[in-house]
């Protein structure tokens, strides 16, 4: 697991390097706010390496919130990390602005050649909602502007690359929005924002969403804690399926996770098959905030995604 003494460190991503190396990034926030729940504006992007995905040495952060004015200038927030064919690696994350006070979500992008030292692309967001498809800032439907969490990935018959996003769309009762935002590009640098991926289905945000063939099943992993009236659920992490990683996801008939104290997960290759590693949201009634072990996943097409227990061997904590 990664557990800092002194921030909290919740949802993460992961890359691997031509050595091997595991690097996780992540959200994270000191301690010394003493509320978990002021974390979120506080949020920079944190940065360690494993061998093992299990015992973790901490780098330097990532990303930081940039200098103001700027429309990331309050806090940095959740993405993915994919190397481009230049070799280059491309760091997509969520940025928000004290210019909205937080409310306003876009998505920006940093660069690096070598996974540790970034340079943000440019002087503004390289992704924003369109209103013909998605919901803007309302504050009388939600409680935020919600285009957050990017995912990229290549088009598997090289036709550039997609992203999924956290997006809700701009129709339908407020708490049954949430769908799986699209934009698509063919060099990683110029996007075009795409109709949504799935319809409203149930939820009011389908967070952290990711894309992965396992077990030869494409799937579409994300979490929620917000429901619509009806679909009420004491699960927070969902599976849905499609014929393909380009979607569309059957959101409807998503398939839920049993891993109660587990939020915002990713699926990792690990040895021979796939793991989650998500961070420990709560326990025994308080926010914990650190990185998991991995937990073993298999998919079956009854059941959906189905947990193992945590490998715990060579366990470590950052410092």
Known sequence: MLRLPDHWVWDSWYAQDDDGLR???????????????????????????????????????????????????????????????????????????????????????????????????????IVVADPTWYELLDREMWYEHAWRDPWVFPDPDGNGWHMLITARANHGPADDRGVVGHATSPDLLNWTVQPPLSTPAGFGHLEVPQVAVVDGQPLLLFCTNAFAAGRESEHRLWVATAPTVRGPWDV??????????????????????????????????????????????????????????????????GG
């Open 23 to 125: 690097h996780a990034f992540f959200l994270r926030a000191s301690r010394a706010l003493l509320d978990p729940d002021r974390r979120h504006r506080r949020a920079s992007i944190g940065h360690a390496v494993s061998t093992d995905l299990r015992s973790w040495r901490l780098l330097a952060d990532a990303l930081v919130p940039a200098d103001s004015p700027s429309w990331d200038d309050l806090a940095t927030w959740t993405g993915c990390t994919v190397r481009g064919p230049d070799q280059r690696w491309y760091l997509f994350y969520t940025g928000v602005g004290r210019a909205e006070d937080g409310l306003v979500q876009r998505i920006g992008l940093a660069v690096s050649d070598d996974l540790v030292t970034w340079h943000r692309h440019g002087d503004g967001p």
């Open 252 to 317: 409807a008939s998503a398939q839920p996770i049993a891993q109660p104290h587990l939020y915002a997960p990713r699926l990792v290759p690990d040895a021979d098959g796939w793991a989650l590693i998500g961070f420990v949201d709560h326990a025994d009634g308080e926010f914990v905030g650190e990185l998991s072990d991995p937990v073993p996943v298999r998919y079956q097409r009854t059941t959906g995604l189905v947990a193992g227990t945590p490998t715990t061997a060579l366990t470590g904590s």
